[in-house]
Nanobody, 118 residues
Framework: QLQLVESGGGLVQPGGSARLSCTARGEGLDHNYIGWFRRAPGKEREGVACVSATGTNTNYADSVKGRFNISRDNAKNTVYLQMNGLKPEDTAIYLC???????????WGQGTQVTVSS
């Protein structure tokens, strides 16, 4: 069974950068759409970015366009979220989600905390 493990969170100063990783264990990610979501205190879960199975197509929330970049390395079973120009409002738990392109089976990681504060 596919398991997802996020890493790379932590405390970042405003304007700083961080790179999150979402690594798959148990199965490969080759046949999965991958999405990064975030959940901030008192707010609903928000979709941040997503990438197609081949990495050809990406999509971003308006709030992060131009600042965040999603990419994937299927050989490493890992999807990345490069976050630049971080703002305090980016503070949240970031989670990755893998959806199989055919079966639509859906898997979530546990999340990694990103805190943007001086």
């Amino acid at each position: 069974q596919l398991q997802l493990v996020e890493s790379g969170g932590g405390l970042v100063q405003p304007g700083g950068s961080a790179r999150l990783s979402c690594t798959a264990r148990g199965e490969g990610l080759d046949h999965n759409y991958i999405g990064w979501f975030r959940r901030a205190p008192g707010k609903e879960r928000e979709g941040v970015a997503c990438v197609s199975a081949t990495g050809t197509n990406t999509n971003y929330a308006d709030s992060v366009k131009g600042r965040f970049n999603i990419s994937r390395d299927n050989a490493k079973n890992t999807v990345y979220l490069q976050m630049n120009g971080l703002k305090p409002e980016d503070t949240a738990i970031y989670l990755c989600d893998a959806e199989h392109i055919i079966t639509k089976e859906d898997y979530w990681g546990q999340g990694t905390q990103v805190t943007v504060s001086s």
